[in-house]
């Protein structure tokens, strides 16, 4: 669905409701030129060069499917209409992409299309236990030869499933109601409150929620917490009440569960009964309440002095510059093409990335989203998140014109399927063109200036998962490099202030409220790079800056030894992972190994830390606890792999359910296997990948209530060009204008050569750039300024909606932002609810 924009007004119309505020955009500079109209310059018809073999399914592919599955697989006992885990159903129905070995003859071979599959996950119980289990259906279109097979070959731990801990999601909310309830003359002593079973969100009353830990010999410990629900904002996370309940959960019947202990203040109580009889006693200490109020509203209302006008804006008068298949999702912009797909899980990768024709990346996408907490109390000390899990894609809801993105972006739905039908979130992708505040380019030469505007082309989501909002923007610039950016927001995942003055409070986090304390988290969040650098065959290097000392026979006799720097290259020959090097001082390249430029350097790209808060982190926290082996990819900043179709992910959403023993594991991905390719006696090709991570080592303070900023929690990598080409190719798609300055030796402009008379200016056919010019002319009366690229002529009329986008348009539901359980057990929906 694309935002549809108001019928233009007429110019007078215009003129008095504009007055003002966009003068200068309605009026020409030019006296003498007329106003156009905005947006008025019609699209051409374009087509992407091959099919988008990644596309997600449509809704007849997955209906087609589900149908297949049902009439195929009757040993499977599927229900249509899943009430828990405990029913056999088909959960998630997706694009299963095909292998770059039958995908890469296709794109760069004229070969025939890859075969066409889906991936399915089913909910099976196997005697009495329930599991999520992998499967594809193929190929599509369904037909005689179609056939449904377990998915194997993908997951190195050697099976396709994963045991479900959890059998109704329903049930053990249920179970921590009642459980609340048992304790109500506890809480309305301590909080003033108790839990409403008929209405449990109700703004004066109290939730518990758990945090699950699996244990070895099976089954898992539940630690329970209170809650208060928050009113308006969603900010339940910033209001945790300091009771906590330890559940014996080993039992996969929830019927023989137990409460355990309890804590509070950094007091543990053996029971309920001793919590209670020690609430009455004379050396019980009680913390503050944590109240929710106006300190977590997101907005102010009120108005204010400064904020009487609107700000500025950012406008496209003449629509978009680039090109844009939207049935194939393929974008063309200043040599850069590339295509677009989605996953529920991850959600948007790109593919076959090309710049000026040729191969720069077969498949760049995000692969988990990982958070990690630490704190000495029982919900903080052992919490984590794996969004994968509750889905990345199917969490990136509908973007704000205007503010997620420009007004005149371009925007594109997501679709996913699961439970047997399909949901569709309308304008959940924006793609734009932006100028920067800042150049690419700019001198100020001995008689001229020269100045080259920054455009470049952002892809961009907002993927909400619970607490936390993450914008993600793949960013495409004029000069070949490319970035990828993650900008995180929302409320913190907060920890209840005790009032225990032992111990040392700031160990973990903050006091940034009455009863509320911020805690320490890493975020971690991995991508994947299979960088085909011209070509598919490459090679890493570290090329370092290190210092020498050395003897130049030019420096004798003065001076016997110099002390300098050099570049020492080394090759990265085996598997590893590298963390970004301390002062800068090395640069990680990937260069092809048969390609060089009209200098005789290797193509290649350099891979480094880009415009967010520092370098890019990893994960602090060593052999964690919490994740076992799930995460081996946090423990650096990026890893260089073979690549191998058996290995398409670094993650998959299910490890969430089994972190000790994931589905995959990546540390038997980066076993240090060979990196060197050409000889006799190795089948490797030279084709790498990359792992990178994004993210941040977040200290929450007072500044992040009520929710954190965006512009202090932005992490990125960038993918430079490193001699790829012969020079800048930014100069053939920049716009931007050379100035002369004044003066009597003030030069000519770039192909000309000035001769002292305007009228006897002659054209230098090698088009080169006469700097000063010749002696005893006159640099008086000349035009001063020389563009290159088109400018605006022609005065513009600003449509309303260009500047503040009429909202009536934005369609999302609020039963559509399902909230998350905050162990990540997830959507209720996730397990047939």
């Given amino acids: 669905m694309e935002f549809k924009g108001r019928a233009a007004v007429n110019l007078l119309t215009s003129a008095f409701v504009l007055i003002g505020v966009v003068a200068f955009l309605i009026f020409s500079l030019r006296p003498e030129a007329s106003s156009v109209e905005y947006g008025s310059r019609q699209r051409k018809a374009f087509a992407a060069p091959k099919h988008n073999v990644w596309a997600e399914l449509s809704e007849y592919e997955a209906a087609e499917v589900n149908d297949f599955i049902i009439k195929q697989a009757t040993d499977f006992n599927l229900t249509l209409h899943p009430k828990s885990v405990q029913d056999n159903f088909i959960f998630m129905v997706e694009t299963s992409k095909p292998n770059k070995t039958d995908t890469a003859p296709y794109l760069y071979d004229d070969a025939p299309i890859p075969e066409r599959w889906a991936k399915v996950t089913i909910s099976q119980t196997f005697e009495g236990d329930p599991y999520m289990v992998y499967y594809m259906a193929g190929p599509l279109p369904i037909s005689k030869e179609s056939r449904l097979l377990p998915l194997e070959w993908m997951f190195n731990s050697g099976r396709n499933y994963v045991a479900n801990p959890i059998q109704s999601y329903d049930i053990i909310l249920d179970f921590a109601l009642s459980m609340a309830e048992n304790v109500s003359d506890i809480t309305r002593k301590l909080f003033g409150a108790t839990v409403n079973r008929q209405d449990p969100s109700d703004p004066h009353g109290l939730l518990a929620f758990p945090r699950g830990s699996r244990i070895e010999t099976g089954g898992m410990v539940l630690w329970m917490q209170f809650y208060r629900p928050g009113m308006g904002s969603g900010a339940r996370t910033l209001l945790p009440q300091g009771i906590y309940a330890k559940v014996d959960a080993t039992s996969a019947n929830i019927a023989k569960w137990t409460v355990g202990e309890w804590y509070y203040n950094g007091v543990i109580y053996a029971n309920e009964h001793e919590f209670r009889a020690a609430l009455d006693g004379p050396d019980f200490v009680r913390t503050p309440a944590n109240i929710d109020g106006s300190w977590t509203d997101t907005e102010d209302f ?32 200043f040599g850069f093409e590339f295509y677009v797909t989605t996953a529920q899980a991850t959600g948007i990768s790109l593919f076959d990335i090309r710049f000026k024709g040729e191969r720069v990346m077969y498949e760049l996408g995000l692969q988990e989203a990982m958070a990690h907490y630490a704190g000495d109390d029982p919900m903080q000390g052992g919490l984590e998140f794996m969004d994968s899990f509750f889905g990345m894609g199917k969490n990136m809801f509908e973007l704000v014109p205007g503010y997620d993105c420009p007004a005149y972006a371009d925007y594109l739905d997501s679709e996913w399927h699961q439970a047997y039908k399909t949901h569709n979130t309308p304008n959940s992708i924006c793609i734009f063109e932006y100028t920067a505040d800042h150049l690419l380019s700019r001198h100020t030469a001995q008689y001229s200036v020269t100045a080259s ?77 299979d960088l085909d650098v011209a070509g598919p065959t490459n090679d890493m290097v570290r090329m370092a800056i290190e210092p020498i000392t050395k003897t130049y026979e030019w420096d004798q006799p003065e001076q016997p030894a110099r002390n300098t720097m050099h570049l020492v290259e080394y090759p990265v020959t085996e598997e590893t992972g590298l963390d970004w090097p301390a002062n800068s001082g090395e640069f990680y390249i990937v260069y092809s190994s048969d390609e060089k430029n009209a200098w005789g350097e290797r193509k290649g790209y350099r891979i480094t830390s880009g415009t967010g808060m520092g370098s890019t982190p990893h994960l602090t926290i060593l052999n964690s606890t919490t994740l076992g082996e799930s995460a081996r990819y946090a423990e650096h900043d990026l890893w260089v792999l073979r690549r191998k179709d058996t290995e398409p992910r670094s993650a998959d959403p299910l490890m969430y359910l089994a972190p000790h023993d994931p589905i995959i594991e990546f540390s038997k991905m980066a076993n240090h296997e060979s990196l060197e390719h050409g000889a006799p006696d190795t089948s490797y090709d030279g084709d790498l990948v990359v792992y990178f991570n994004l993210g941040a080592h977040h200290v929450p303070h007072s500044g992040d209530i009520p929710n954190t900023l965006m512009h202090t929690s932005s992490s990125s990598v960038m993918f430079v060009p490193h001699n790829f080409a012969d020079s800048d190719p930014s100069r053939q798609s920049v716009q931007g204008v050379r100035l002369q300055l004044q003066g009597k030796k003030s030069g000519g402009f770039a192909g000309e050569w000035f001769t002292g008379d305007e009228s006897k200016t002659l054209l230098r056919h090698d088009n080169g750039d006469l700097r000063s010019r010749s002696e005893g002319g006159s640099g008086q009366g000349k035009t001063t300024a020389r563009y290159f690229g088109a400018t605006y002529e022609k005065g513009v009329q600003v449509p309303l909606e260009a500047l503040e986008p009429d909202m009536r348009g934005y369609v999302s539901h609020s039963n559509a932002v399902s909230e998350l359980n905050f162990t990540g057990f997830g959507r209720g929906e996730a397990f047939g609810g």
């Avoid at 936390?468 to 202030?497: N, P, W």
Wanted: no cysteine.
């Fill in 453 to 529: 505007r920054n455009t470049f082309l952002t892809i961009r989501s907002v993927s909400t998962v619970g607490n936390y909002d993450y914008t993600i923007d793949y960013i495409f610039y004029m000069d070949g490099t490319l970035e990828v950016k993650v900008r995180a927001s929302g409320f913190i995942f907060a920890a209840f202030y005790t009032a225990n003055n032992t111990k040392s409070e700031d160990e973990y986090g903050h006091r940034i409220h009455d009863a509320l304390s911020s805690s320490i988290h890493d975020h971690v969040l991995n991508w994947k790079a």
């Fill in 302 to 333: 009120g108005d204010y002095p400064d904020r009487d006008l609107p700000p500025p804006v950012s406008v496209q008068p003449y629509g978009p510059r680039y090109k844009l298949d939207r049935k194939e999702r393929f974008v063309s912009w």
